[in-house]
């Protein structure tokens, strides 16, 4: 339990894969996650983590997945998501995110 801890020593190191999944954590997704810019996938999921999506996630190039399901995230999709070229899974059910997704423009049926 408690909040995702972002150190400086965690932030420059190589690391890829951060899986944080059902461990009770709380509170809002730190910006600085931003600064781990070797991360492809980040699970977050079935935590009790609450705030926005902060659009400095957007910086993650690396980011393959990104997994948020059965949290209390709120707010729209930063629409800079769409920046994110390496982005192939976003999971966010059961979350209270409002408004429309901004990549559904993007997509060419």
């Known amino acids: 339990s408690g909040t995702i801890p972002i150190s400086r020593e965690l932030s420059a190191n ?8 059902e461990n009770h954590l709380s509170g809002t997704l ?8 070797a991360l492809a996938i980040l699970g977050l999921g079935d935590n009790f983590l609450s705030g926005t999506i902060p659009a400095q996630l957007a910086s993650l190039q690396a980011l393959t997945t990104l997994d948020l399901q059965n949290t209390s995230i709120s707010g729209t999709l930063p ?31």
């Open 14 to 21: 190589k690391l890829v894969f951060l899986a944080l999944g």
């Open 79 to 109: 629409a800079e998501i769409t920046r994110m070229p390496n982005l192939q899974s976003l999971s966010v059910p059961h979350c209270r995110l409002s408004g429309t997704l901004p990549f559904l423009s993007l997509i060419h049926i």
């Open 30 to 37: 730190p910006s600085q996650l931003s600064s781990i810019p």
